[in-house]
């Protein structure tokens, strides 16, 4: 059973009581309980099952300007009180850091608006492997898919609350069902070729069909089978949606509060200045119902809105917390626990539009590495990908891209074809110049 | 050794109980418990950013049958806790009529490492010193230097281990790590540099003045070389690979395909070719579990198995995958050493400890000096592979133009990609100078990360550059 809300209350004002009687100025403390139940099905037949329970504590302590914090898997108060006392033995020895404090009392969260983001239903096991082999059944229905490299189905329900000296107390309950198959495609002769899809819904209800999962994942790893290899030029990119997503992972890492501060993101100079081109916006909003990438405040306690990263291909926010806010003269976003949803408006072009822009273009379905370095804003990575000259199109794999993340930036078309799938979500995208196709 | 049955209603008896009223029909399993505690101390910005303490307590229960696990884990030790995850076992396990119950395991006495507790090695405050001291020597090397982060990361895990028949094994698990990384500004171009230094081993044969100027001195010279790199080429050519922590190469290109579940699940590029000359002769790979000190070695695995020497890829010939219980029982082989999991909240599975590759005849000299064109790579970075197609690749962190058998100039933003079954058999060259990383590998695999070591001479190959020059 999941613990109840009491519970953690109780255990948190423990330990708030605790770290300010051995002298903390100030303490922040989370607890949170996750239940989580998972089965795994392979080749039709069950492989694993696994069950976790664990509640867990973070506390930070300020002592003034000196902060330190601890985390631990909850054993009993004996224990509580060790790791508290070893927390503020810490925090005592530390040097003084003028931006160390709690956040802004104004703008912590208050009323939480109610996102929809817990659904009491639970689904047992055995359903859950119903659903499975619904899944396999689809899947290996296709001729071409000749076994199952693993599928499995998550429940998984938390309740966390968030409190600090400052009198804020906040939490939620949250769920999160998720599917999944991986798939290894062989035709005969050809090598073997995996791929894999899923979904990941707040409301059990709301999942994807088991038949729509296996055949859209038989679908992807099929295109793969016999791929040819592709030689070294320089030629436009389209970049499919699950690829394309990357583009705001990047963009994260490079526009996030540390990497601002500490100087170390190729974008530091750019807040206010055009990074896009004009047509470009990019939103994040953590409001969104039923997102299970929503939260109504971050991991501090501050209340999120949803902002505009770009507007109009300009630069307007970067990503928040506390600590970096104050050592950027700023006010927190609400955004110390990163982005939450976020996306690109959808451009104007159809999806076929994209492919007519060009006689011969590569479209890549994965990519290997990271995906660009946001402090030297290079980017390199190993890729697969579909061909297409002129009428022409075949599976292509093992060859890189090559170039630096302001060329994606600056030459990106967005087609009109935007959909809510995963925290950042990206209309597939055309690159028309400035990536290097290495091949043989 | 923790005593984990002393502030709990259960007894050590009783667990023991459990287990076997559990497990005796069942074909294995075991009762996983452990405490960890974690110290990590880090300089940014040149202020201690944080300290962070973690401690990560709890149990997890497995039943195994034919191929089928289940398994359960919480952090509660108690009674109610081990009584509920026996249930959700033999839930999931009902249909198992007839068992093969097996708890025979290897055993060793032999200790890779002391028994010592490396976060007590030094009081807090001498360490926060000793970073404040690694930061005024990087930034006075150049003022250049405009970012240093700076960590002390110290580790103690016990573990003990509970089969059937009241059979016991236990391990203390030191792990220290020190790293560094910077960052290099001029004009506009931003360069990185990291380097770090860890294992078993006492914390001061890691964090002495000698060993720490040494991490500093080539995270330094990595940033440094890349202020004035040019672009790296890109297609197909001859890349030599210097010695050491290159070794990511054998570890994703061939490491993972050599794993056990690969091989029962016919996943692996290799399931089908054990006893098959899979590249030149020259080649053989090791993976080694029972390395004195090392990130990767443990005294025994984390299902109680002892770790050993296993030849994976003999003078060009596959002979030997790596296993765990479930893989070697499936696969009708010996258990290798190699089950792990990264914590209690996760059932074992095959993993490498120390992955090498053994001596050649060339010198590093030769092979630059028998390239046309080229890329002599002096940094790698981390890397990755798909197992089913054997397609892998890796982040170049530095790395040199060869021209005519001469380095010229440096080059960045390089990946090298390939696939494991072809780049076997594109090792050209192999020196005569295997060394073994510093001790900061990390392996991930299914959401779980363990500490492992690396190895390799420097090597010849042909692969895949992925550049941004035509």
Known sequence: MLKEKKELENLAAYCIGKSIKLSATNCEVKVGNIISETVNLRNKKIENSDRSDILSINITTYINKKKSSIFFTYIDDENTNVMIEKCIESTKLLPDDKFNSLPNKKLLAKDVEDLLLFDDTTISNEKKLEYLKEVEDAALGNRFISQTNGSSFNQSKSNFIIANSDGLLSGYKKSEFSSFTDLVAKKNGSGMECDYYYDSKVYLKDIIKPKDLGNSAAKLAVRKLNPKKTKTESIPIIFEKRISKNILGILSSAISGSSFARGTSFLKNKLNNQIFPNNINIIDDPLIKKSIYSMPFDKEGVKSEKIYLVKNGVLKNIILDSYYSRMLNKESNGRASGLSNTFFEPGKHSYEDLFNSAKKLILITDTMGAFGNATTGEFSCGATGIYFDNDDFYPINNFTLGGKIEDIFNSIILANDLEFKYSKNCPSALITEGLVVGGC | MDNFFKKTDLTRVE????????????????????????????????????????????????????????????????????????????????????????????????????????????????????????????????????????????????????????????????????????????????????????????????????????????????????????????????????????????????????????????????????????????????????????????????????????????????????????????????????????????????????????????????????????????????????????????????????????????????????????????????????????????????????????????????????????
């Open chain 2, 15 to 470: 667990a023991e109980k459990i287990v076997d009223d559990t497990l005796l029909n069942k074909d294995d399993g075991e009762l996983y418990l452990q405490n960890s505690i974690n110290e990590n101390i880090t300089l940014d910005d040149g202020k201690i950013k944080n300290t962070n303490f973690t401690k990560i307590y709890g149990m997890g229960f497995r039943g195994v049958c034919e191929d089928v696990t289940a398994y359960c884990h919480t952090n509660s030790i108690n009674k109610k806790s081990l009584i509920d995850a026996s249930k959700s076992i033999n839930s999931t396990l009902r249909s198992f009529k007839s068992y093969k119950h097996n708890n025979s395991i290897r055993r060793t006495n032999e200790k890779l490492y002391s028994d010592h507790n490396p976060i007590e090695a030094k009081s807090l405050k001498e360490k926060i010193k000793i970073l404040n001291t690694v930061d005024q020597y990087i930034r006075s090397k150049s003022n250049l230097v405009k970012q240093v982060t700076a960590s002390i990361s110290t580790e103690k895990k016990s573990i003990e281990i509970i089969k059937t028949g009241g059979l016991t094994l236990s391990d203390n698990q030191p792990l220290t790590s020190f790293r560094i990384s910077l960052l290099m500004k001029k004009g506009s171009k931003n360069t990185q540099g990291s380097y770090a230094t860890g294992g078993r081993m006492a914390f001061d044969s890691y964090v002495n003045e000698n060993n720490w100027k040494q991490v500093c001195d080539e995270a330094f010279r990595q940033a440094e070389m890349n202020l004035d790199a040019k672009k790296a080429p890109a297609g197909e050519m001859d890349v030599v690979l210097n010695n050491g922590w290159s070794g990511v190469l054998l570890h994703e290109a061939l490491g993972h395909t050599l794993e056990g579940d690969f091989l029962y699940k016919k996943t692996s590029v290799f399931h089908d070719q054990i006893g098959n000359k899979i590249g030149n002769e020259n080649i053989t790979v090791v993976d080694e579990g029972n390395i004195s000190g090392r990130r990767g070695s443990l005294n025994m695995d984390d299902e109680g198995e002892k770790t050993q020497r296993n030849v994976l890829i003999e003078n060009g010939k596959l002979v030997k995958f790596m296993h765990d219980r479930l893989s070697a029982k499936l696969t009708k082989n010996t258990p290798t050493g190699n089950g792990r999991r990264e914590n209690y909240m996760f059932a074992p599975m095959p993993r490498m400890t120390n992955t090498f590759m053994m001596n050649g005849k060339n010198t590093r000299e030769e092979m630059i000096k028998s390239v046309k064109k080229g890329i002599y790579v002096d940094a790698l970075g981390g890397g990755s592979v798909d197992i089913v197609s054997g397609q892998f690749n890796f982040a170049v962190n530095n790395a040199w133009l060869i021209e005519n058998g001469k380095l010229t100039v440096p080059v960045e933003g390089a990946t090298l990609i390939g696939s494991g079954p072809e780049v076997i058999k594109k090792i050209e060259m192999i020196g005569n100078d295997l060394k073994l990383d510093n001790g900061f590998g990390t392996c991930g695999k299914s959401g779980q990360l363990v500490p492992v070591g690396l190895g390799i001479p420097s090597c010849k190959v042909l692969m895949t550059v992925g550049g941004s020059k035509t």
